[in-house]
């Protein structure tokens, strides 16, 4: 069974620049997580996705921030303008309900 | 609002020794944990969970304790091995939401 996968694994931008990070979950799970994750941190729930619906996006700083999960199935985060407390590893997961979650490699963005 | 906490950042172990890593929480609606184990550029991986009903529950040379009046898990690896070497983070959720919350994570070394 194929994993959850994220691209790109590396980005580099400047701050107030935009960018976008793709995920693919594990296929059959209707759940989809955008986690941040900041050195030194413990991964941070960022917006919770059950199909194309919304959950919870309660810590998603939607000044800059946007989400959206077309179709049910893959997902994107997209960031715009980027500010220098972005630089983070931005991890995916997806589970069946609400319970186990599976990572993805996730994506490790730098602002400069 | 740290509601769980890992306050060991590092943990050596020499092999074949026992690791126990410790994780404590405030919120006492949680009610389900997990550990999940991360190497160097990858995503979490999940390792064994337990519900609030039970207090023990074992996988292999992976066992979780949970202790509900003292709000308190910990994860016993035995024997540990050098490829345990990673960064173990708890996380807690409640209520089936999805919605996990991690501690900070301890860094385990196990020393050949």
């Known amino acids: 069974e194929a994993g959850v996968a994220q691209s790109p694994r590396y980005k580099i931008i400047e701050k107030r620049q935009s960018v976008a990070f793709w995920c693919n979950p594990i296929s059959g799970h209707a759940t989809l997580y955008w986690y941040q994750q900041i050195l030194g941190q413990g991964p941070k729930l960022l917006i919770q996705?059950?199909?194309?619906?919304?959950?919870?996006d309660s810590q998603l700083p939607k000044d800059r921030f946007s989400a959206e999960r077309l179709k049910g199935v893959d997902s994107t985060l997209k960031i715009q303008p980027a500010k220098l407390e972005d630089s983070a590893v931005y991890l995916c997961?997806?589970?069946?309900?609400?319970?186990?979650?599976?990572f993805g490699p996730g994506t490790r963005l730098l602002v400069l | 609002d740290q509601q769980v906490k890992q306050n060991s950042p590092s943990l050596s172990v020499q092999e074949g020794r026992i690791s126990i890593l410790n994780c404590d929480y405030t919120?006492?609606?949680?009610?389900?944990f997990l550990w999940y184990k991360k190497y160097p550029a990858e995503g979490p991986t999940f390792l064994i969970s337990?519900?609030?009903?039970?207090d023990k529950n074992e996988d292999g040379r992976f066992t979780v304790f949970l202790n509900k009046s003292a709000k308190h898990l910990s994860l016993h690896i035995v024997p540990s091995q050098p490829g345990d070497s990673a960064v173990y983070f708890c996380a807690a959720s409640s209520g089936n939401t999805g919605k996990l919350i991690f501690g900070q994570g301890t860094t385990l070394q196990v020393k050949p």
């Open positions: 997961a997806s589970s069946v309900g609400g319970e186990t979650q599976y």
């Open positions: 919120n006492s609606m949680f009610d389900y």
């Open positions: 996705f059950q199909n194309n619906g919304v959950v919870d």
């Open positions: 337990i519900s609030s009903i039970k």
